[in-house]
């Protein structure tokens, strides 16, 4: 997209951005290795120096403007100029430097300084002299400020930052030459062009298609309106605006064809929109065109696996495939080979869902994982060797795929199917009843799945799993988030009930209770409540809570209501409970903190049901110890006598042994008080 006399820049800047965009769009286009390579092992400056933007070019014409009047050391300043219109920098340098020692203090010392720094400027070959470069035209700057070429110099200073790869700095230069110079500064419309140059090289589109719709609409020159039209153009295409994209482009192709076909960026984006939008034929033209004008350009095997793309979307799959073979052979270890083969697992993969074998889907996405295994779309490859196993059954393969899929830091773009993957099977093992393989594989990519929380219905399955195998703490920690991310109403009722079963084995009686209450809260009649209900007794049982026991075994258990004055119990059709051992529990915190008559009844049901076990004989002693009259009935009697008998418990008998004493023992006579 950079306006230059030779495209290498274009190449350089585009591809970073544009392919980058495309790429993460799921499509098959992306940058070359090998440039990618040039990158990384080439300075920027070496990149990006030999090329000439278009203020540039008009930068010898801007600083020979208004050429000082006769006088010394004019003679060696047009010496020096015509020098440096021959390219012959370092004779032009010597040239202006005898002039500004000549003409010191005048006009032609000026001109010739600044001559002689853009002279300097063009003839740099390392970053030393980039540097060295930059201070000298920013102690012109400060020295001429008031010049008009102190504009010059400034945008001069940003190209100078452009060839270190410092765009930001650059842009800043470029931005202040143009709100310091009027309209009509001829410079300023080029340095727009160059503005947008690179703007579009940081991957910011909409400055840089304002800059350009500025530059379109006051051309300084023919040439220029093209380079603003085409730069559009290709910024459309970037951003995915495909109609308006082929419009620009239909323009430039009528208006500037040379130009066109002198981009192979252009050329590219202009038969992708085509291709995207449908148009099959144009799309196959252009490209065409382009691989035949630049078949030695980087985007050559781009734009030919594009055209195979075409034929894939048209239905002619025999031909897609062997243009896709054509790249391969054609263009090894280049991003038109990655394409090609991404191309060809994707007519595996149809094949494969119509009875073909899913081995060929495997190798075609082997060859990607393998070959560019760094790369980004290596994370697709992934995805569909997990999924290709997935469809053949083979889980253990598939989790491990996805898995690495997971553990990529560029998994982005697939990390979703990825994950949503796993948890289909650890469903589908759960629904095959294989807890153990459930349990397993959870625990081997717990980090993967709880980063962030598995999906709800998946947590729910695999907690309980967890939880049965006694790994409690992390199906606690499952259950919870299971539920606070929003399950249905069934699953909310399920997850309560185990997660207070994993608090009750855990021992924390604390959140037992409250997650029994949440769930007769909201679940009063639902398919546990029975079980929250002795949940919630049973957490109550711990010290500092009898009298809310009391109270909560008043509303739930029936022994626990009140009777009529007739002494039928109320509420009649109430659930008992299902445990003795919370009957037993509920008599004793009534008798203490509540109704003592409702604990009596509590404990008359133990001793009437089972009358000669350990509850039973507890429930014995408590009648006889906590009846109301004054004189022990026969029954309290018979029922002490009964619990001193017992060898269940040594120390109840005793102390109901001690009552009994007490109750028949003959009362002492009175003794008289002492006489004087």
Same mark, same amino acid.
């Given at each position: 997209m950079l306006f230059i006399k030779t495209e290498r820049a274009v190449h350089v800047a585009w591809a970073w951005r544009v392919m980058s965009r495309l790429l993460l769009a799921g499509k098959a286009v992306v940058l070359s290795i090998a440039m990618l390579q040039?990158?990384?092992?080439?300075?920027?400056?070496?990149?990006? &120096?030999?090329?000439?933007?278009?203020?540039?070019?008009?930068?010898?014409?801007?600083?020979?403007?208004?050429?000082?009047?006769?006088?010394?050391?004019?003679?060696? *300043?047009?010496?020096?100029?015509?020098?440096?219109?021959?390219?012959?920098?370092?004779?032009?340098?010597?040239?202006?430097?005898?002039?500004?020692?000549?003409?010191?203090? &005048?006009?032609?010392?000026?001109?010739?300084?600044?001559?002689?720094?853009?002279?300097?400027?063009?003839?740099?070959?390392? %970053?030393?002299?980039?540097?060295?470069?930059?201070? *000298?035209?920013?102690?012109?700057?400060?020295? !001429?400020?008031?010049? %008009?070429?102190?504009?010059?110099?400034?945008?001069?200073?940003?190209?100078? !930052?452009?060839?270190?790869?410092?765009?930001?700095?650059?842009i800043a230069r470029y931005e202040m030459v143009l709100r310091q110079e009027s309209a009509g500064n001829p410079l300023a419309p080029f340095v727009r062009l160059d503005l947008a140059d690179v703007y579009i090289a940081s991957g910011q589109f909409a400055p840089a298609a304002n800059i350009l719709r500025i530059a379109r609409q006051y051309p300084p020159d023919v040439d220029s309106l093209g380079q603003a039209t085409v730069g559009l153009a290709d910024v459309a295409h970037a951003q995915g605006q495909y109609r308006q994209a082929r419009e620009l482009y239909e323009v430039v192709e009528a208006q500037w064809p040379t130009l066109l076909q002198a981009r192979p960026v252009s050329l590219f984006g202009m038969g992708d929109s085509y291709l995207r939008l449908g148009d099959w034929p144009r799309a196959r033209r252009v490209l065409n065109t382009g691989y035949g004008l630049h078949p030695r350009d980087s985007f050559a095997p781009v734009m030919l696996a594009r055209m195979a793309d075409?034929?894939?979307?048209?239905?002619?799959?025999?031909?897609?495939?062997?243009?896709?073979? &054509?790249?391969?052979?054609?263009?090894?270890?280049?991003?038109?080979?990655?394409?090609?083969?991404?191309? *060809?697992?994707?007519?595996?993969?149809?094949?494969?869902?119509?009875?073909?074998?899913?081995?060929?889907?495997?190798?075609? !996405?082997?060859?990607?994982?393998?070959?560019?295994?760094?790369?980004?779309?290596?994370?697709?490859?992934?995805?569909?060797? +997990?999924?290709?196993?997935?469809?053949?059954? +083979?889980?253990?393969?598939?989790?491990a795929a996805y898995d690495q899929l997971l553990l990529r830091a560029d998994s982005g773009p697939w990390r979703a199917q990825g994950r949503q993957g796993l948890e289909t099977i650890l469903r589908s093992l759960s629904a095959a009843g294989n807890s153990v393989e459930v349990a397993n594989l959870f625990l081997r990519h717990q980090a993967i799945l709880t980063t962030p929380s598995v999906h709800g219905p998946t947590a729910l399955v695999v907690a309980a799993t967890l939880a049965s195998f006694g790994v409690v703490? /992390?199906?606690?920690?499952?259950?919870?988030?299971?539920?606070?991310?929003?399950? %249905?109403?069934?699953?909310?009722?399920?997850?309560?009930?185990?997660?207070?079963?994993? !608090?009750?084995?855990?021992?924390?009686?604390?959140?037992?209770?409250? &997650?029994?209450?949440?769930?007769?809260?909201?679940? %009063?009649?639902?398919?546990?409540?029975?079980?929250?209900?002795?949940?919630? *007794?049973?957490?109550?049982?711990?010290?500092?809570?009898?009298?809310?026991?009391?109270?909560?075994?008043?509303?739930?258990?029936?022994?626990?209501?009140?009777?009529?004055? /007739?002494?039928?119990?109320?509420?009649?059709?109430a659930k008992a409970p299902h445990r003795p051992e919370l009957v037993l529990l509920c008599a004793d915190q009534l008798a203490q903190y509540g109704d003592g008559r409702a604990g009596q009844d509590l404990y008359r049901e133990i001793q009437m049901k089972e009358p000669d076990t350990l509850d039973g004989m507890w429930a014995a002693y408590q009648l006889a110890r906590t009846s109301p009259s004054a004189n022990l009935s026969k029954e309290a009697l018979d029922f002490f006598e009964r619990v001193s008998k017992t060898d269940k418990d040594r120390l109840l008998a005793a102390a109901a042994s001690a009552h009994l004493a007490r109750a028949v023992a003959p009362e002492a006579p009175a003794v008289p008080p002492k006489g004087n």
């Open positions: 040039l990158m990384a092992t080439t300075p920027v400056w070496a990149v990006v &120096t030999p090329v000439e933007t278009r203020a540039e070019s008009q930068a010898a014409h801007w600083l020979e403007r208004a050429l000082p009047d006769p006088g010394p050391g004019l003679e060696e *300043l047009r010496n020096g100029i015509l020098k440096f219109e021959q390219r012959e920098y370092q004779q032009a340098i010597l040239s202006f430097l005898d002039a500004s020692r000549l003409g010191a203090g &005048t006009r032609v010392e000026e001109a010739a300084h600044f001559l002689s720094a853009e002279s300097q400027a063009r003839s740099i070959s390392g %970053p030393q002299d980039i540097r060295a470069a930059i201070s *000298l035209l920013e102690e012109l700057r400060r020295r !001429y400020a008031s010049s %008009p070429r102190a504009s010059w110099a400034l945008w001069r200073i940003g190209s100078l !930052y452009l060839r270190q790869g410092f765009e930001q700095e650059t075409g034929f894939k979307l048209s239905g002619q799959m025999q031909q897609a495939k062997n243009l896709y073979l &054509t790249v391969v052979e054609r263009h090894p270890g280049t991003e038109g080979e990655l394409s090609a083969w991404l191309g *060809l697992a994707e007519l595996a993969e149809k094949e494969a869902f119509a009875g073909a074998p899913e081995t060929d889907v495997r190798d075609a !996405y082997g060859v990607i994982l393998k070959r560019w295994s760094k790369h980004v779309r290596a994370g697709e490859a992934l995805l569909h060797i +997990a999924q290709s196993y997935q469809r053949v059954g +083979a889980l253990e393969e598939a989790a703490d /992390s199906a606690i920690t499952l259950m919870q988030a299971a539920l606070a991310a929003g399950v %249905p109403a069934v699953q909310v009722e399920y997850g309560l009930m185990a997660l207070a079963q994993a !608090y009750r084995k855990k021992g924390d009686l604390i959140h037992l209770e409250r &997650t029994w209450k949440d769930y007769l809260r909201r679940f %009063p009649d639902g398919a546990w409540s029975d079980e929250a209900r002795e949940g919630l *007794l049973t957490a109550l049982s711990r010290p500092g809570k009898q009298e809310e026991a009391a109270k909560t075994c008043q509303t739930y258990l029936q022994g626990g209501r009140g009777k009529t004055a /007739s002494g039928s119990k109320e509420n009649t059709d």
